[in-house]
């Protein structure tokens, strides 16, 4: 089992930054790779950003790159959402998701593909 907290989020307002942790436990060990993933009202949850453990190699839907960073303390076990220019659309709840089996490119962006879910952290931004 791996458990997973997320923590850092919050009200903003469009143009301000936020940066979201996710600290994992347990066995972190057979975890593969960790991934970033939101919901907003009324909406699927949709991929958001991957990274994996070993390589740190990095994926982020079309919908926020340049804006958002991954990032990973593998001596901390944690995992970083660095959030810049947000607008209101970020608005929704990011859940930290661990996965144990491999992944590359878009089999990363799957959530069925991960095992072990977080709690989630509101983001809120506001215009």
């Known amino acids: 089992q791996v458990q997973l907290v997320e923590s850092g989020g919050g009200l903003v307002q469009a143009g301000d930054s936020l940066r979201l942790s996710c600290a994992a436990s347990?066995?972190?060990?057979?975890?593969?790779?960790m991934g970033w993933f939101r919901q907003a009202p009324g909406k699927e949850r949709e991929f958001v950003a991957a990274i994996t453990w070993s390589r740190g190699s990095t994926y982020y839907a079309d919908s926020v790159k340049g804006r958002f960073t991954i990032s990973k303390d593998s001596a901390k076990n944690t995992v970083y959402l660095q959030m810049n220019s947000l607008t209101p659309k970020d608005t929704a709840v990011y859940y930290c998701?661990?996965?144990?089996?491999?992944?590359?490119?878009?089999?990363?962006?799957?959530?069925?593909?991960?095992?072990?879910w977080g709690q989630g952290t509101q983001v809120t931004v506001s215009s």
């Open positions: 347990g066995r972190t060990f057979s975890s593969y790779a």
């Open positions: 998701a661990a996965r144990i089996s491999y992944c590359s490119a878009y089999g990363c962006y799957r959530s069925s593909g991960y095992d072990f």
